[in-house]
């Protein structure tokens, strides 16, 4: 197939009533825009994508992560609206079609229907009990006859219910003889794309009206829209999850970045929380824990754990309240109450609770490297930058501020004092 795509993105979003162009607000920690350009993307290597608010903030986050997907600043100031968008564009193949940046439910299955229609003009419809806010669709002998933006639709117009998904699928050569024919005169002074419907029936065409899915298909313009798009893409993500193998104690009360891999046999907990491009290999998250772009293999976190981002854990028992910064463990024991930070800990080494890697002086954080079988005593602070060697002990209560040799026992207390009958002569009654 001979396909073009182009994503009509330059629109303001001031429903969304934020700062964040509306396309970068995330759904499953990726941009919804990135949802969108995925799925065009198993269908064309030909991408457009029309900026216009924020042209250079949205521009960075697609280059970022995209290599080949062009980009194309629309005119606001002179050619408003959709039809706008595609005014100046050339396309590389016979068929263009034309997505919304704010659909991000969308599939390439889907797409891959429109795509294959035959007819010159293939649109999506909707059907719906409450058309409030859409363009009718006025479809006769089964073929649409017109599209009407509601704010041009008469009160007799208004009562249709088929209304226009804003999805296409069109023959590039009529792009390229209608677009420099929209003009602007409607209520709105816009260039609305759907005005080469009727130019194509006016010339004889056949436009093909493709139901779809209102799941599928709609549009993210608000806040609520953006929570109510997560829900559904949570459970695409979680379903596909469990059908691969995961297993999952409450799905519901889960959350998985749309980046997250899983591999073998995984087991994620009630309220457990997976932030970005984290990996998993026969690994059990425990109830309430947060785990941000790590890689956690042959071990089990928490409950109650925080994984934070650049950590790779091997072979290791994390329990409950530990936290783990840009750390590597591999085959280690820390079973409760103890932040590592910035650490690479060898196997055999057991972390008693309370522990604490102090690796920011105010200024500039450092490293603590421990070595193979080493015993760190409950309430340590490990004082960094440090290297604990093989085979060492930290006694409990310790603060190490030097590096610990191979066969050592590092120890730093306060000598204890006893003071007899203090208790009875403190509470002496007078």
């Known amino acids: 197939m001979s396909l073009s795509i182009v994503v009509l993105a330059a629109g303001k979003g001031t429903r ?26 198993r269908l064309s290597s030909d991408i457009t994508v029309i900026l216009s608010h924020k042209f250079d903030m949205v521009k960075e986050a697609i ?13 606001i100031a002179n050619f408003p609206g959709t039809g706008g968008a595609l005014k100046g564009l050339e396309f590389n193949s016979s068929r263009v079609l034309i997505l919304n940046g704010d659909m991000p439910l ?89 005005d080469i419907i009727k ?8 436009i093909e009206p493709i139901e779809v899915s209102e799941e599928e298909f709609m549009g ?25 193998g995961v297993i999952m104690r409450a799905p519901h009360t889960i ?22 491009a984290c990996r998993f290999e026969n690994a059990h998250i425990k109830a309430h824990s947060v785990v941000e772009d790590s890689t956690v293999i042959n071990s089990d976190i928490g409950p109650l754990a925080h994984i934070r981002p650049k950590s790779h854990i091997e072979d ?26 910035d650490s690479e800990i060898d196997e055999g080494t057991n972390i008693g609770a309370g522990v604490i890697t102090c690796n920011y002086d105010g200024k500039a954080k450092y490293q603590t490297k421990i070595g193979k079988n080493v015993f760190i005593g409950s309430d340590s602070q490990l004082v960094a930058p440090v290297t604990l060697e093989d085979n060492t002990m930290v006694a409990a209560g310790t603060t190490v501020t030097d590096d610990v040799p191979s066969d050592a026992l590092a120890i730093s207390r306060v000598k204890q004092k006893i003071v007899r009958s203090f208790f009875s002569k403190f509470f002496k009654k007078s």
């Open 316 to 341: 290791t028992h994390i329990g409950n309240f530990v936290e783990v910064k840009k750390s590597i463990l591999k085959g280690v024991k820390a079973g409760h109450l103890s932040y590592l930070g």
């Open 255 to 276: 959350y998985i970045d749309s980046e997250a891999v899983f591999k073998g046999e995984c087991i994620l907990e009630n309220g457990v929380t997976i932030e970005g």
């Open 106 to 194: 969308i599939t390439a299955q889907s797409l891959e229907k429109l795509a294959n229609s035959t007819a010159p003009i293939a649109m999506t419809i909707l059907k719906l009990a409450n058309p409030s806010g859409y363009g009718r669709v006025v479809i006769e002998n089964g073929f649409a006859k017109e599209i009407v933006e509601e704010k041009d639709c008469t009160q007799e117009q208004k009562k249709i219910n088929t209304v226009n998904a804003g999805v296409y699928c069109v023959d590039a050569a009529l792009l390229n003889e209608f677009i420099p024919k929209i003009d602007n005169n409607n209520a709105q002074e816009e260039y609305y794309l759907t």
């Open 63 to 75: 280059e970022s992560r995209y290599q080949n997907i062009k980009i194309h600043k629309q005119d």
């Open 199 to 206: 130019m194509a029936v006016d010339k004889g065409l056949n």
């Open 220 to 244: 993210v313009n608000s806040k609520l829209d953006l929570a109510n798009a997560e829900e559904i893409m949570q459970k695409r993500i979680k379903e596909q999850l469990m059908l691969d």
């Open 16 to 41: 969304m009533k934020s700062n964040t162009p509306k396309v970068l607000h995330k759904i499953s920690g990726k941009p919804m825009l990135f949802h969108i350009l995925d799925q065009a993307g």
